[in-house]
Nanobody, 119 residues
């Protein structure tokens, strides 16, 4: 069983930056593909970014490419999401998720952290 705990959310003005962290425990972190998702009020949860077990492969939602960077530190069992040039439409609850390398779906989810971008 993997436990995920996000941190780093908050209120920021448009154009600002935030760095989200997700600390994992209870599993072999390097065996998991990690992802960040977000859910805005009244909208479905959507994929934001993902990173392979070794960090060598990343994927992003088109609207965050060039502004967000996902990274991981397997020694610290932590995945990060650096968010720059934030826009009001980035406002959402951000969730960290883990997918085992042998699985096809994300199995473990964090509780979420609120990101609010003011205009």
């Amino acid at each position: 069983q993997v436990q995920l705990v996000e941190s780093g959310g908050g209120l920021v003005q448009a154009g600002g930056s935030l760095r989200l962290s997700c600390a994992a425990s209870g599993g072999t972190f390097s065996s998991y593909f990690m992802g960040w998702f977000r859910q805005a009020p009244g909208k479905e949860r959507e994929f934001v970014a993902g990173i392979s077990w070794g960090g060598g492969s990343t994927v992003y939602k088109d609207s965050v490419k060039g502004r967000f960077t996902i990274s991981r530190d397997n020694a610290k069992n932590t995945v990060y999401l650096q968010m720059n040039s934030l826009k009001p439409e980035d406002t959402a609850v951000y969730y960290c998720a883990a997918r085992h390398n042998t699985a096809t779906a994300y199995t473990y989810w964090g509780q979420g952290t609120q990101v609010t971008v003011s205009s």
